[in-house]
Each structure stands twice: as C-alpha cells, then as structure tokens.
C-alpha cells in the first residue's frame, strides 16, 4: 500500500508559478512511476504530466509542455510539479498518481491516488 499527500497548492495570479509536492509513505514510493493530473469543475480528470521510475523519462499533456516541469527526489520519496507561467484554465484540483507499471496519460496503469490540492489562478 502506497499512500501520496499532495502540497504546495494555492491562489496565485495569472502569470505566476506554483511548485506542487507528492510526498510517498507505505512502500517505497521509489518503485513506482509518477503522475500528475487534474480535474476542474465539471470536466473530466486529465493527463498533466508523468515521469518514471528511474526519473529518466517524462511525458507531458501538450497544455503543459514549456510551462510545467515534473521531477522527482527517490531519496525523499517525493514528486514536484513545477507550475510556471500559470493561466486561468490551470484552476482545478490537482491530483498525483503512482503506478507499478507503466506510466503515461490515460490513468488506468494508477493504482494509488493522492487526496488532490487545490490551484487557483485569477485573471
């Protein structure tokens, strides 16, 4: 059993940056690769960005690519999503992911799933 707590959500203006935090417990966090998606209001949870389990490799959704950085530290059993030059339709609840297999945009390979935090960006 995985558990992932998310932080590092919150109200920034359009334009800023926001560095979100999985943080992994449980089983070791560093066997799993790691995924970010998000869910706003009334609209289907989507793909944000993915990293393996080495960190070796990263894919992103093309609404982030150039803007969001995904990373890991397997020491601290932690994800980062690096959240820059946000706009308005970036508000949603953001959620991490782990899998044991494979890592990519659809969340079915997802077996453990963070509890979401929360971004705001106001125009």
């Known amino acids: 059993q995985v558990q992932l707590v998310e932080s590092g959500g919150g109200l920034v203006q359009a334009g800023g940056s926001l560095k979100l935090s999985c943080a992994a417990s449980?089983?070791?966090?560093?066997?799993?690769?790691m995924g970010w998606f998000r869910q706003a209001p009334l609209k289907e949870r989507e793909f944000v960005a993915a990293?393996?389990?080495?960190?070796?490799?990263?894919y992103y959704a093309d609404s982030a690519k150039g803007r969001f950085t995904i990373s890991r530290d397997n020491a601290k059993r932690t994800v980062y999503l690096q959240m820059n030059s946000l706009k308005p339709e970036d508000t949603a609840v953001y959620y991490c992911?782990?899998?044991?297999?494979?890592?990519?945009?659809?969340?079915?390979?997802?077996?453990?799933w963070g509890q979401g935090t929360q971004v705001t960006v106001s125009s």
């Open positions: 449980g089983r070791t966090g560093s066997t799993y690769g």
């Open positions: 992911a782990a899998s044991d297999t494979v890592v990519g945009d659809s969340p079915r390979p997802y077996r453990y």
């Open positions: 990293i393996t389990r080495s960190g070796g490799s990263t």
